[in-house]
């Protein structure tokens, strides 16, 4: 079983977070996990569905559409609501009723939790954790369920300008970001975007070329005064910066489509593999969407299939 980790912002250094336990957290904290919110909900259940789903079957789930999550991130807050209730009923008939939803797993641990109803902070964490990985895996409201993690996810295409060595996204690529001015399209990346989703990286002026792809970890807001500080630490050119960049986006694994020369590529085949040809408006970022006349020129997730083996 994988050690559960909680992507929770605190003022000490994120990577060392995500080495510590569920409960190595709570000792540093030195308080309980606080009680679930909608905005909390969603979260806790990626991490969920991560951390319990090796071996059970569809556990990877991917969202296509801002009504889908919404309806996912309701059902959520439902099965929690329904089993805090649960915990505290003393009702019998109610308490058996809800256990026996459960029953179809055969979980052994889940089952012996419920048998022995000891009630201590570990053991109620324990079970909820269980209860609402099954409630999620059921769920038919919103997203899609995947058996391969590669199949849930959604990959984006980033405009980035200009991609010599002395780039902008050469320079931030080093500390592995990117940064983009908020605007309509990049609200509706940060609701739909989630850990693990493709970035790929397009220069301007190139017919869509995909430069480069990287899995999506975070983003974050940064004011005024903390953006303008960033932008020294990353040794970038602001001149060359075509608008003030509010969402800093953090990610790993960064690969060249060409890793040779780390640019865009100026043979047929390059041409040929590398291309979107995409169309439309200028957005900075937009999801990709294969069937969409926008984008039928290439298949990224094929692509990023051939990255990832020749890793």
């Known amino acids: 079983m994988k050690t559960l980790h909680i992507y929770t912002i605190f003022s000490i250094n994120i990577n060392y977070l995500n080495t510590l336990t569920h409960i190595q957290i709570l000792v540093i904290m030195s308080q309980t996990i606080a009680p679930l919110t909608k905005s909390t909900i969603f979260d806790y259940t990626m991490n969920v569905l991560d951390n319990f789903g090796e071996g059970w079957g569809e556990q990877y789930v991917r969202f296509d559409s801002r009504k889908e999550k919404e309806s996912f991130i309701k059902y959520m807050f439902e099965c929690y609501e329904n089993y805090k209730k649960y915990t505290t009923t003393t ?85 592995n970001t990117w940064g983009m001015k908020r605007a309509s399209a990049v609200k509706g990346f940060e609701l739909l975007v989630k850990k693990g989703d493709i970035l790929w990286f397009i220069p301007g002026g190139t017919d869509g070329y995909v430069l480069a792809c990287a899995e999506y970890v975070s983003s974050r807001e940064l004011d005024y005064a903390t953006r303008r ?45 590398c291309c979107t040809q995409i169309k439309g408006n200028s957005v900075n970022v937009r999801k990709y969407n294969k069937e969409k006349e926008t984008c039928k020129k290439i298949d990224l997730p094929k692509l990023y299939s051939e990255i990832v083996d020749a890793r």
């Open 229 to 273: 500080q960033r932008y020294t630490e990353l040794g970038l050119i602001q001149n060359n910066i075509s608008s003030d960049w509010d969402v800093f986006i953090d990610y790993i694994n960064l690969t060249y489509t060409n890793p040779t020369t780390k640019s865009v590529g100026n043979t047929l085949e390059d041409r040929n593999r």
């Open 91 to 175: 009702d019998i008939q109610e308490k058996e009723k809800y256990e026996n939803q459960y029953k179809y797993y055969y979980d052994d641990e889940l089952s012996e939790l419920f048998e022995t109803n000891t009630n201590t902070d570990t053991n109620n964490q324990r079970q909820m954790e269980l209860c609402l990985f099954y409630d999620a895996t059921k769920c038919n409201r919103g997203g899609t369920f995947y058996m391969d993690e590669i199949d849930s996810k959604n990959h984006w295409l980033v405009r980035i300008g200009d991609c010599g060595a002395d780039s902008n996204f050469k320079k931030a690529a080093r500390f």
